[in-house]
């Protein structure tokens, strides 16, 4: 997939190492743990999600690939529950609209069964491979991170007199998420797909 755009963003994939180079984006307070603006986090997806038969209003789980820790301590557990929902899906129209896909994660479900808001968006930064399908980058779409003021890219192709392609109309839709936009007629996120995303706020785990 060729990428577009690096409009503000969304996740990263959680090693050993890496969580040893997070502990400087964690800080703990009276209220519990804040994990900082910008950390990465790594996600399975467990809802399979399709442009075809998706529609507004889905909810779609996910998983963190690895255990997020601080100081010895486990502040996420591994496969802690990352939630979220489809806000919008375009099908594909010949001469119209692209398959795309927004996409928000708005939840993590802790292992004790208490929910904590999240705001996080595709991490698009140059060289990331924000998804993989089966360990493998996807390549037949353009990937969008999105922030509080970006959103959603919608693109509808603008023809010429002469029927070529002139480029794209592109709206902006508030919110934050992440928007797959298509040239192919359907996007397609099996089970056990891979998701970077990165926060676009504090992500506050409270103690127990």
Known sequence: MKQLFRVAGFI????????????????ETPAGYQIQKGANLSVVLQTPLSSNTGQRGDQFTSQLK???IFKDKTILPKDTQ????VKRVTKYEKFGDRASLLLLFDQVVLPDGRRVPLAASLDTQKGSAAIKIKGK???DAKIVGGSAIVGALMGRKTLG???????????????????I??????????????IMIKLDEVLLIPHK
Do not use: Y
């Open 66 to 68: 690895q255990a997020f």
């Open 181 to 194: 936009l298509s040239d192919m007629k359907e996007v397609k996120l099996p089970q056990g797909t891979e």
């Open 12 to 27: 990263f994939v959680i090693s050993l190492s890496g969580c040893e180079a997070l502990k400087d984006a964690v800080k």
């Open 82 to 85: 990352i939630r979220g929902l």
């Open 137 to 139: 980058a996807i390549r």
């Open 161 to 179: 007199k002469d029927g070529t392609q002139k480029g794209f109309i592109i709206g902006a839709a508030a919110g934050t998420g992440a928007v």
